[in-house]
């Protein structure tokens, strides 16, 4: 018996056999993603790859762009004269409140003063191009043409002329992912424009974003203007982010099922503006008076951003 | 290892650029902007198992899953959602092989479905877990295009191994 334990010599080398090589490589796959998911912990390995993966699908994206951008160059005259009068009248009906705009937050900044609220805070940004959309079915996302290089970071909020696209969830070297608000996983606090009310819109994954949380029996209109409310300190108060398109009232339900369309060109692709980040503030506005003068004094200047 | 159905005719031994090449432009393809077309197949997994079946002592399970990972950052998915379904589906066609090559290519098609299926499935599953959209039942004709795709592909992959048609009278093979 002793004889034939002794393997044959192997005359192919094979390596690991197929079964073991599977559970080798599906138990990594596990670890993997519920790193990713639960503990999201791989960025760095997550940009590393990206480093080699950026680079092909730029080049996969560059004959349609070529496309797109050739075809903008072959415009009819006519259209461009089309668009260049209704820019011109859109700017002319948007003098009135654009010229008074600097004497208007100019005032604004010293009412505030003297009531002596916190100073409102400016919104300062660059602009960037939406490269590509993830391929993702299961998600609403768009990449960015800048990136770490471009010291994004994430969280910041994404606009464009219209109103909120989304937020920066994942920067890259060269690049940098957008949630849309339109998508399942994010939701922003946002205020109903004609009454006040505050509240969160969470994407629906369809397009639309829908308002939660508002009693049934709440004044919301067809129509209304959601803007955010600023009040989780990434988004800054005033910028439009949907206008409810229907609402349902229900008495078997304490909520109304509210469903808006965003204002922003959510899902079409063009120029953003990436907001500069600000800091959090304190979720308590007092803290607790200390004993040294100088802490308390730091303490109040980080609050004043 | 060559038999296949229709002809005794034997074919070149494949070139390994050509397998870097064919998965590299399955990559590109993959990469297109093509989301809004829940029914585009997956390039990357239909080559993948077009080698894993043809040449699996070349390709290993360890190109399924570098390739996996390579489209997970690309899609922004959940890093080894689609290392797994790859992987799975590269075993399951390694382990069909040598069945696999004794059918014609719309039997063979047949086997090639319950991969995809599968692999599409796993990806279904793990996006669900981690609270993402339900993209619609479309996502389900992809693994059909894709089965019917296995013969055109296969036919395109194997080009490069064909040999010229030479009569020798003293070969007769």
Not at chain 1, 10 to 29: D, E, H, I, N, T
Not at chain 1, 130 to 136: E, G, P, Q, S, V
Not at chain 1, 162 to 174: A, E, L, Y
Not at chain 1, 229 to 254: C, N, T
Request: hydrophobic content about 50%; proline content about 8%; glycine content about 6%.
């Amino acid at each position: 018996m002793a004889a034939l334990d002794h393997a044959p010599p192997p005359f192919f080398k094979r390596g690991p056999a197929p079964l073991a090589l599977l559970s080798f490589y599906v138990a990594f796959a596990v670890a993997l993603f519920v790193l990713d998911l639960r503990f999201h912990a791989l960025d760095a390995l997550r940009q590393a790859i990206s480093l080699g993966v950026d680079p092909l699908q730029r080049l996969a994206q560059a004959p349609l762009r070529m496309l797109a951008e050739g075809s903008e160059y072959f415009v009819a005259l006519e259209t461009l004269e089309n668009e260049n009068r209704a820019l011109k009248a859109a700017q002319l009906e948007a003098a009135p409140d654009l010229l008074r705009l600097a004497q208007l937050e100019a005032e604004n900044e010293r009412l505030r003063r003297l009531l002596d609220l916190q100073a409102r805070d400016k919104a300062v940004g660059r602009a960037a191009r939406i490269l590509y959309t993830a391929r993702d079915p299961f998600s609403r996302r768009v990449y960015l043409d800048k990136g770490q290089q471009q010291n994004l970071v994430p969280g910041q909020p994404v606009i464009d002329e219209k109103g909120i696209v989304g937020q920066v969830t994942r920067v890259f070297p060269f690049s940098a992912e957008v949630t849309l608000i339109t998508d399942k996983q994010q939701a922003v606090p946002v205020q109903i424009l004609r009454t006040g009310q505050r509240s969160v819109v969470f994407g629906l994954g369809n397009g639309q974003v829908e308002l939660k949380y508002i009693p049934a029996n709440a004044d919301v209109q067809v129509g209304d203007l959601l803007v955010t409310s600023g009040l989780d300190g990434i988004y800054l108060p005033g910028f439009p982010v949907a206008q409810v398109a229907h609402v349902e009232r229900d008495s078997a339900y304490a909520f109304a099922r509210i469903v808006a369309t965003p204002t922003a060109a959510v899902e079409h692709h063009g120029v953003v503006m990436v907001l500069d980040p600000h800091p959090p503030q304190a979720p308590h506005p007092e803290p607790l008076p200390e004993k040294s003068g100088q802490k308390t004094k730091s303490a109040a200047s980080t609050r004043k951003h | 290892m060559q038999a296949t159905h229709k002809s005794s005719r034997i074919l070149q031994p494949v070139r390994p650029w050509f397998i870097v090449f064919s998965l590299f432009l399955a990559l590109l393809l993959n990469m297109l902007p093509t989301r809004q077309w829940l029914f585009m197949p997956d390039w990357v997994l239909l080559t993948l198992c077009f080698w894993h079946v043809r040449e699996w002592r070349k390709v290993g399970m360890g190109w399924a899953f570098t390739l996996g990972l390579a489209m997970d950052v690309a899609d922004g998915a959940a890093l080894g959602q689609h290392a797994l379904a790859y992987v799975l589906a590269a075993y399951g066609a390694m382990t069909l092989s040598r069945r696999m090559l004794w059918f014609p290519l719309s039997l063979q098609a047949l086997h090639v479905l319950p991969l995809m299926l599968l692999a599409q499935a796993i990806q279904l599953l793990i996006r669900s877990m981690a609270g993402g959209d339900f993209p619609g039942w479309g996502q389900f004709i992809a693994p059909l295009i894709a089965t019917l795709l296995w013969g055109p592909l296969s036919l395109l992959l194997l080009l490069p191994q064909y040999q010229p048609v030479e009569r020798d009278e003293n070969r007769p093979i």
